[in-house]
């Protein structure tokens, strides 16, 4: 059986998705990443992650965003 690398817990950080064992958020890692910190940067600063761990991310917030309906926004980030 396959350990699963993103979980949510009432009990940990109120219940937002983190990496299995850290308190680690998805969200963290993922601006972390927007912000333009490399997965090698990344991982110096939370030496407990994986390279999965931080796919595991990127896979969880996209599975999220395609069963997600999602309505435009005009002037999003400065664009339009």
Do not use: W
């Not at 992650?49 to 796919?55: E, H, N, R, V």
């Amino acid at each position: 059986m396959t350990k699963k690398l993103i979980i949510s817990d009432p009990k940990v950080m109120m219940g937002k998705p983190v990496i299995a064992g850290t308190r680690v958020t998805v969200e963290l890692i993922l601006e972390k990443l927007a912000a333009g910190e490399s997965i090698k940067q990344i991982l110096e600063a939370h030496p407990n992650l994986t390279t999965k761990a931080i796919q595991a991310c990127l896979k969880f917030a996209a599975e999220v965003l395609h069963n997600d309906v999602l309505y435009p926004i005009e002037n999003v980030m400065g664009t339009r």
